[in-house]
């Protein structure tokens, strides 16, 4: 039997791609890509940080999106795909606002959906009553936070390690000192699980960083290498460090759904560890050799009220500093690219397109000076 002119073709480009040592890897990464099989994906979300890394990597393996959200973010954003318009959240009652409306997903087909946008069990209920059994392949965006020991103390953890809990799966809200936070992406996760059973990749990232980070909490010393002097560099010089790239999470994302990859996942950097002097001497020779470091203790720190990840950026206390094992999430694909380089392109953001809202996280050049002083008096 004569194969088909479409089977011909796929045919050809399968033997070029065996075939060709001669061929450029990249070229032939791009060969393959044409011939992998499309997907239809539904996005939850996909308009802020994260969502549009995700939306971005797809669009350039040429799958096709659909994004839905309440079109209130980032309205204008990506004008080729097609958008609907809805409202995930239930109302509350110390929350007033529109009515949840799911009515847009009804009666429609995909083959994965990825959910950025799910805090509360209720709501990722919702959404799974009318997509289960019309889309393959869930991915959730949780969190480390899921984890009971995330920086509680200094307790490695994989996947398998004990998570945290609540009295009410249901509760409506994050709590005074977000003390649900993590039970609830748990319980989120189970929701998700049950309802695409086998077919339910379960992202946990821990911080997520790079340009158009909307908390600051990383941008901090980007913009702080930029400024150059004195700088205080908090905690033990050897202390682990551990983050993602928005944009290797989001190609990451989409290698999952291309893949079928199901279960828990922790999406944390990096394939050897990276110590805090590593990361700010990084960030000294790519942007401000005009930087010089004064170490102060986390003991000091925690004495001073500093906050880890919000005052301070990427510092925890090396005492609550767990590891978290990527090994699996390595083993599925995640792929990490320089810290140089996400240092650079966050400064150039914060340079260009950050704009000068204030600063949500990150301590304020008088207060950094106060402390500095007030540690060499110790000394």
């Known amino acids: 039997m004569r194969p088909t002119e479409t089977r011909r073709s796929f045919l050809g480009a399968a033997a070029a791609i065996a075939a060709a040592p001669l061929v450029p890897a990249v070229a032939r990464q791009r060969l393959a890509a044409t011939f992998r099989a499309k997907k239809k994906i539904l996005i939850l979300g996909g308009t802020q940080f994260l969502g549009p890394a995700i939306v971005r ?30 409202q995930r959240r239930r109302p509350r009652a110390d929350r007033p606002g529109p009515a949840q409306d799911l009515t847009a997903l009804q009666g429609r087909k995909w083959d994965a959906v990825v959910d950025t946008s799910a805090y509360f069990t209720g709501e990722v209920e919702d959404v799974c009553k009318i997509l289960a059994g019309n889309v393959g392949h869930y991915t959730f965006i949780s969190s480390l936070s899921v984890y009971k020991t995330l920086e509680v103390d200094a307790t490695p953890v994989d996947e398998q390690s004990p998570l945290a809990e609540c009295a009410d ?12 936070y993590g039970a609830l ?38 913009a702080r290498f930029l400024r150059g002097g004195e700088c205080l560099a908090p905690g033990d010089m050897d202390n682990d460090l551990q983050f993602i790239d928005v944009r290797d999470l989001g190609a990451w994302i989409v290698k999952l759904i291309e893949d079928s990859v199901s279960g828990p996942l922790n999406a944390v950097g990096f394939e050897n560890t990276i110590t805090t002097a590593e990361f700010l001497h990084t960030g000294k020779g790519t942007l401000n050799h005009g930087c010089n470091f004064t170490w102060v203790s986390d003991a000091f720190l925690e004495e001073n009220g500093v906050s880890s990840w919000q005052e301070m950026g990427c510092w925890t206390p090396k005492a609550k500093n767990g590891h978290s ?43 950094e000076a106060e402390l500095l002083a007030k540690w060499q008096a110790k000394k």
């Open 185 to 222: 992406k748990r319980y989120c996760e189970e929701t998700a699980a049950a309802a695409f059973p086998g077919a339910a990749a379960l992202v946990r990232p821990g911080y997520i960083v790079g340009p158009e980070d909307p908390t600051d909490r990383f941008t901090y010393w980007p």
């Open 169 to 180: 799966k249901y509760v409506q809200t994050m709590g005074k000192n977000f003390e649900f």
């Open 57 to 86: 990597a797809a669009l350039a393996q040429g799958h096709e999106l659909t994004l839905f959200n309440r079109g209130k973010t980032n309205p204008g954003l990506f004008p080729e795909v097609e958008k609907l318009q809805g």
């Open 325 to 367: 094992s990527n090994a699996r999430a390595i083993a599925t694909g995640l792929k990490f690219r320089p810290i140089a380089e996400t240092i650079r392109d966050t400064a150039a953001w914060v340079q260009s397109g950050r704009g000068d809202r204030e600063w949500g996280a990150g301590m304020k050049a008088e207060r």
